[in-house]
């Protein structure tokens, strides 16, 4: 069965500071995602990444994958508050269905000005 | 061209009642799939459904959960006899083809049973 780990659950962060949420994931897999929950809100997609080695960047977040290490990053930087929300990687695995998903527990992030 | 559309946001249902979560997915997505989300919890995928057919039920609990997406209107999640253990937010996704390599989440109902 398709584990997913993601850590820290729970990161406060002052505004302009660096971090990084980290997603482990425990058999081989075809795509990662990373989405973007705001409280109430659906689920935005953020970044999908197919291949080992790939690299997405969109404004302060950039996304990276390690196929090998089964290892998915999500780095932000110079931190503003307006990414304060709950942010969620999630993996297709290898051969399986894309349409099943299997979520890590998702990050809550708060930027404090 | 709208989002996918759950109704009803928030359902409050007694021990014991039935609950009905509505989905209609993007306009031209043929294909539909729910995911439950317990409380500090992900997402955990239950069903993939078509039109009138359900592809994929491998989350589904065996009992008192079942799903249709008929050839006219939403797509509808039914739970009978709720307990206290189905309080969770309810999402539905959508997607117009099964190779694509994105679906698209509504916003969820919140269950909450008392």
């Known amino acids: 069965e398709l584990k997913v780990e993601q850590n820290p659950l729970f990161l406060s962060m002052q505004e302009g500071k660096n971090y990084t949420i980290y997603c482990n994931y425990s058999?081989?897999?075809?795509?990662l995602y990373w989405y973007r929950q705001d409280p109430g809100k659906s689920l935005e997609s953020l970044f999908v990444l197919l291949s080992n080695g790939a690299v997405k960047q969109e404004g302060r977040l950039m996304a990276s994958l390690d196929t090998k290490a089964r290892l998915s990053t999500l780095h932000i930087t110079a931190a503003v508050h307006d990414l304060s929300a709950t942010y969620f990687c999630?993996?297709?695995?290898?051969?399986?269905?894309?349409?099943?998903?299997?979520f890590g527990k998702g990050t809550l992030l708060t930027v404090n000005p | 061209n709208a989002g996918v559309m759950q109704n009803p946001r928030h359902l409050v249902r007694r021990r014991g009642q039935e609950a009905r979560l509505r989905c209609s997915p993007m306009k031209g997505h043929s294909h539909v799939y729910w995911y439950r989300q317990l409380p500090e919890e992900g997402l955990k995928f239950m069903v993939y459904l078509q039109k009138e057919n359900i592809i994929d039920e491998s989350g589904m609990p065996k009992e008192r959960f079942s799903a249709e997406f008929p050839k006219e209107g939403p797509s509808i999640l039914r739970i009978q006899q709720v307990v206290r253990g189905d309080s969770a937010a309810y999402f539905c996704a959508s997607s117009p083809l099964i190779s694509n390599t994105e679906a698209f989440f509504g916003q969820g109902t919140r269950l909450t049973v008392v």
């Open positions: 999630a993996v297709v695995v290898s051969g399986g269905s894309n349409y099943k998903l299997t």
């Open positions: 058999t081989t897999s075809d795509r």
